[in-house]
């Protein structure tokens, strides 16, 4: 008969990342039967906050964080992940040849280190604060802050202390979706889900992103975009309230909009045509031109103070392209303008 009692429940005293052995003694003098007393023996092994799956060496394992992503970007099962509650849901199984980690599990509770019961950047960001040893960051005060969408980029407006975005873009054929992130030295990781596009932005030492309007994100191939839900973290690990602007709404809070434009002329042209530029300092200027696909087809590098009329004679097939203006005033490398003008070419 199996007799089930509670020998230990005073789980506070342990501490993480340990294992340790049970040995529990069973003893019978019961009437009619011989004396008899035995020994059993099992073990458990307590997980620390951050060290979210037996798979992954300890806390501070790269794994961790990329198991984090994963779950909220929805693609856990598809890298054979188990999702389980607590260490306690582990029963690990053997495969063929007796490996019990062939059993993969993603430990929810050592995920949730904001204790939230949520997994999102603010876990991302606060399991980087763990394991950079900087687990005591915490009073971090931050403005509210703002992300805008347009058919062709995602801008970025905040007090330069976000260290991490979550976002959903929903519309239509999201699969043919590019995106492209544009600020060196962070790590964007995005799926699809249906309708329903959900992007991570983080950095593996919360560097936060630049003060003030940022290109975020390029965009090509887009349809139907809105704002799902979007969420942001500080460096701290806190929530930063963020207000979403869709329909090229940039312009009404950029101190810049009105010191950067390009036209193209003749439009439409047969492939000749000529791009000015306006600018009000100096500034280095990238022109790219695209196809409805979103690739490459011309691009052309130059420094504009001022007007400065670029011409193109390209060899290119009848139909609609993008030409976009990337201005960075110089000594201001965080306040980068973009603009986007269509150009159809006519045989």
């Given at each position: 008969e199996d007799i089930v009692v509670p020998?230990?429940?005073?789980?506070g005293v342990l501490t993480p990342g340990m294992t340790y052995n049970i040995a529990v003694r069973t003893y019978t003098n019961t009437a009619g039967y011989a004396e008899f007393s035995a020994i059993a023996t099992a073990a458990f092994e307590t997980y620390a906050m951050g060290h979210v799956s037996p798979a992954a060496d300890d806390?501070?394992?790269v794994l961790n964080v990329t198991l984090m992503i994963a779950k909220i970007n929805g693609t856990l099962e598809g890298l054979g992940y188990d999702d389980i509650k607590t260490a306690a849901d582990f029963f690990p199984k053997e495969d063929d040849n007796g490996d019990k980690d062939a059993h993969l599990v993603f430990i929810f509770d050592a995920a949730d280190i904001v204790v939230d019961d949520k997994i999102n950047i603010l876990d991302v960001v606060a399991w980087v604060n763990l394991q950079k040893g900087d687990a005591a960051k915490s009073d971090v005060f931050s403005d509210e802050?703002?992300?805008y969408l347009s058919p062709s980029q995602i801008r970025f407006e905040s007090d330069g202390t976000v260290a991490g975005i979550q976002f959903e873009l929903r519309g239509?054929?999201?699969?043919q979706l590019q995106l492209e992130l544009l600020p060196e030295g962070y790590l964007f990781?995005?799926?699809?889900?249906?309708?329903?596009?959900t992007g991570v932005i983080y950095s593996l030492d919360n560097k936060p992103l630049p003060e003030g309007m940022i290109d975020l994100?390029?965009?090509a191939n887009a349809q139907n975009l809105s704002w799902g839900e979007v969420i942001a973290a500080n460096y701290g690990a806190q929530p930063v309230e963020v207000n979403t602007r869709e329909d090229d709404a940039t312009d009404i809070d950029d101190p810049l909009a009105d010191a950067f434009d390009v036209t193209v002329y003749p439009n439409p042209s047969t492939g000749q045509f000529y791009t000015e530029v306006n600018t009000t300092s100096a500034s280095d200027v990238v022109l790219r031109l695209y196809d409805v696909s979103g690739r490459t087809v011309a691009s052309k590098q130059l420094v504009v103070t001022g007007y400065e009329t670029v011409s193109w004679n390209e060899d290119l097939r009848p139909g609609l392209y993008?030409?976009?203006m990337v201005a960075t005033p110089q000594g201001q490398p965080g306040e980068s303008i973009t603009r986007d003008v269509r150009v159809l070419i006519n045989r």
């Open positions: 020998l230990f429940t005073d789980f806390f501070e394992d802050a703002a992300i239509s054929n999201l699969d990781s995005w799926s699809v889900s249906g309708n329903t596009l994100i390029s965009i993008i030409l976009r």
